[in-house]
């Protein structure tokens, strides 16, 4: 036992030196049980009402103060309790939910639209499971980057390459990747790809047949508190992120107010904290604002 307990206890501090989420201490989980099971076997066995009392005592508070936890709507996939989730399934039925034995959600919605043929390319979500079908993911890769690809033929000729036939991408962007990428990416989905369906926070769409033109407005219009970007104007290419010690890109001009980011910009991030209300024909000349998951900043991708 005194082995098992410095097993655990020195795993615990690699863990944490290392990746220190959870997933990767559960290993260790089935030892950590064993020697608290054992350990209380001990004690309860010596048979003295008095180790009894304060094991049961002990027992019972950890149980009432840990009993919160499976209610704990912190689960990352579903973002929710699975206790509440499976609750909620289970009265389904009598609620007559639409749709309650549909697996994978929105997920499962796109698989029913796919053909059997598709090769599906996933934007920045690692879950592949519920497509049913060939996935391409560009997320976390060494091989897509569409910052330096920049252009929307460039884009085209990468992913013609692969063999995609179909793009899906979330309503709130991941933010893990650069700013660059996310612009030069939405730029290409909203603007050349088509048929596209909305199915809960997804989108599917049907990669084009033919290339688009080369020629496109790569200026970024930067509207925000200044970090990490100042505001002004960018070149798409230069907004991703520097190599470590080195500082981010600054702005090749100045932006005198939002009326000039609307007329020269083929894209705007702006922070709502920190700019002022934009022109009305924003809403016109740009595709409705599009967020990141990870902090306020709000994409703007120009109309063609």
């Given at each position: 036992m005194w082995l098992a307990y410095l097993g655990a206890m020195v795993s615990i501090i690699a863990w944490y030196l290392t990746v220190h989420q959870d997933r990767y201490l559960q290993a260790w989980l089935p030892v950590m049980v064993a020697c608290t099971v054992a350990t209380l076997s001990l004690v309860w066995n010596r048979r003295r009402p008095a180790m009894r009392a304060l094991v049961a005592g002990l027992v019972g508070f950890q149980i009432i103060w840990g009993a919160d936890i499976p209610f704990f709507p912190t689960h990352n996939l579903i973002h929710d309790s699975p206790i509440r989730l499976l609750t909620n399934f289970l009265a389904s039925g009598f609620l007559r939910t639409p749709d309650r034995l549909r697996l994978y959600g929105d997920e499962g919605l796109v698989a029913e639209r796919l053909p059997r043929d598709a090769n599906l390319l996933v934007h920045e979500t690692n879950m592949h499971i519920g497509y049913d079908a060939r996935s391409v993911n560009d997320q976390w890769q060494s091989r897509l980057s569409y910052?330096?690809?920049?252009?929307?033929?460039?884009?085209?000729?990468?992913?013609?390459?692969?063999?995609?036939?179909?793009?899906?991408?979330?309503?709130?962007?991941?933010?893990?990747?650069?700013?660059?990428?996310?612009?030069?990416?939405?730029?290409?989905?909203?603007?050349?790809?088509?048929?596209?369906?909305?199915?809960?926070?997804?989108?599917?769409?049907?990669?084009?047949?033919?290339?688009?033109?080369?020629?496109?407005?790569?200026?970024?219009?930067?509207l925000g508190c200044g970090t990490p970007y100042a505001t002004g104007f960018y070149k798409i290419g230069n907004m991703?992120?520097?190599?470590?010690?080195?500082?981010?890109?600054?702005?090749?001009?100045?932006?005198?107010?939002?009326?000039?980011?609307?007329?020269?910009?083929?894209?705007?991030?702006?922070?709502?904290?920190?700019?002022?209300?934009?022109?009305?024909?924003?809403?016109?000349?740009?595709?409705?604002?599009?967020?990141?998951?990870?902090?306020?900043?709000?994409?703007?991708?120009?109309?063609?």
């Amino acid at each position: 036992m005194w082995l098992a307990y410095l097993g655990a206890m020195v795993s615990i501090i690699a863990w944490y030196l290392t990746v220190h989420q959870d997933r990767y201490l559960q290993a260790w989980l089935p030892v950590m049980v064993a020697c608290t099971v054992a350990t209380l076997s001990l004690v309860w066995n010596r048979r003295r009402p008095a180790m009894r009392a304060l094991v049961a005592g002990l027992v019972g508070f950890q149980i009432i103060w840990g009993a919160d936890i499976p209610f704990f709507p912190t689960h990352n996939l579903i973002h929710d309790s699975p206790i509440r989730l499976l609750t909620n399934f289970l009265a389904s039925g009598f609620l007559r939910t639409p749709d309650r034995l549909r697996l994978y959600g929105d997920e499962g919605l796109v698989a029913e639209r796919l053909p059997r043929d598709a090769n599906l390319l996933v934007h920045e979500t690692n879950m592949h499971i519920g497509y049913d079908a060939r996935s391409v993911n560009d997320q976390w890769q060494s091989r897509l980057s569409y910052a330096t690809l920049a252009s929307p033929a460039e884009i085209y000729r990468e992913l013609a390459d692969l063999k995609i036939t179909h793009v899906t991408w979330e309503a709130k962007l991941s933010g893990w990747n650069s700013l660059g990428n996310d612009l030069a990416f939405m730029g290409f989905a909203l603007n050349y790809t088509l048929e596209p369906q909305v199915m809960g926070q997804l989108t599917l769409a049907r990669f084009p047949p033919s290339s688009p033109p080369a020629p496109f407005n790569d200026r970024v219009a930067m509207l925000g508190c200044g970090t990490p970007y100042a505001t002004g104007f960018y070149k798409i290419g230069n907004m991703i992120m520097p190599e470590p010690g080195q500082p981010w890109a600054a702005p090749e001009a100045p932006i005198p107010d939002a009326q000039v980011a609307v007329r020269d910009a083929g894209f705007m991030v702006v922070d709502p904290g920190c700019t002022p209300v934009l022109p009305p024909e924003v809403q016109t000349l740009f595709h409705p604002p599009i967020s990141l998951v990870r902090g306020p900043l709000q994409l703007y991708i120009r109309r063609l």
